[in-house]
């Protein structure tokens, strides 16, 4: 096997040890390429408990069985943070990239499961103002 073969079969097989460490966090650019327009459900261990739709100027309206909540996320030290209107608190997750979605993982609570994103249709039903832009 040549140099090019080799390079081949260590990358093949350090491609599933990549996905499974979870990978490079993304950066905030590449979060709003990904999520803009779209509405992604949020589940822990397979099991769906809300959805969020992204809307341009780092808006967001989240969805779960407690009704919806307006709101805004922005870059903090490599994270994307946010914060919803009525409450002083902000959650930081850092995401990675996968094939069907992206992976998210709280800061500040180690203990806390990994939440998959994957994405659906259509908009969320929700009768709230949005933040200003």
Do not use: N
Not at 42 to 62: F, M, N, T
Not at 93 to 101: E, K, L, P, T
């Amino acid at each position: 096997m040549g140099r090019h073969g080799l390079a081949v079969a260590v990358a093949l097989i350090a491609a599933p040890l990549w996905a499974q460490d979870g990978g490079r966090p993304i950066s905030a650019a590449e979060f709003e390429a990904m999520t803009t327009g779209h509405v992604m459900t949020h589940a822990e261990q397979g099991k769906v408990y809300g959805a969020e739709e992204y809307l341009p100027g780092r808006r967001v309206i989240w969805k779960d069985a407690d009704g919806c909540l307006s709101g805004q996320w922005q870059e903090s030290g490599g994270l994307i943070c946010f914060a919803y209107d009525g409450s002083a608190d902000r959650w930081c997750w850092s995401y990675v990239r996968q094939s069907d979605g992206l992976i998210a993982r709280l800061q500040g609570d180690a203990k806390a499961p990994q939440v998959e994103l994957r994405p659906t249709s259509p908009p969320l039903s929700c009768p709230v103002e949005l933040p200003a832009a």
